[in-house]
């Protein structure tokens, strides 16, 4: 499922591979991912898939750290949704979005001009001429602070 190991994995991985050369702990981790181990202790992770070494007392562990944990929860609480949802016939609505924004490509586009200005109008709100004018005036007066530029001498 999750192509890098967790912390239970790198581990046993680690204590297998202690004081070998590169050359001869890759053949060392080679056979490890390829050949089960004689140890009953020695599992593969459900989640990451990759060999660690289990310390629980009933050798009752699934997982090699509680990152796996935490992913192998997640994923089966988003499959028992799908579940659900496919059980239920319950499908959710289609909205204009879906219909009418190609998202998935490299540059997204809408299919409909119309249904774009839309749902732009709602993040890019137009503004009256007057209200431009009066923000840039205050801008001018104001400046960055609030106080009227030149209102206060220095130091009073």
Not at 49 to 72: F, H, I, M, Q, V
Not at 134 to 155: C, F, I, L, P, W
Request: proline share 4%; hydrophobic share 30%; glycine share 6%.
């Amino acid at each position: 499922m999750n192509e890098s190991p967790g912390a239970g994995a790198l581990e046993y991985a680690r204590t297998l591979t202690e004081g070998l050369s590169r050359d001869e702990a890759a053949v060392v981790i080679r056979r490890l991912l390829t050949e089960p181990p004689a140890d009953p202790r020695v599992k593969r992770c459900d989640f990451c898939s990759y060999p660690w070494r289990d310390s629980s007392l009933r050798n009752t562990k699934r997982t090699c750290c509680d990152e796996c944990k935490t992913g192998a929860k997640s994923f089966q609480k988003r499959q028992q949704r799908a579940d659900k949802a496919l059980l239920t016939g319950k499908v959710r609505k289609r909205t204009k979005r879906d219909e009418y924004y190609v998202w998935w490509l490299e540059y997204p586009f809408w299919l409909d001009e119309y249904e774009m200005l839309k749902r732009a109008w709602k993040y890019e709100v137009p503004h009256g001429v007057e209200l431009i004018d009066t923000v840039r005036s205050q801008n001018e007066a104001y400046g960055d602070g609030n106080r009227k530029r030149g209102a206060h001498a220095a130091g009073e």
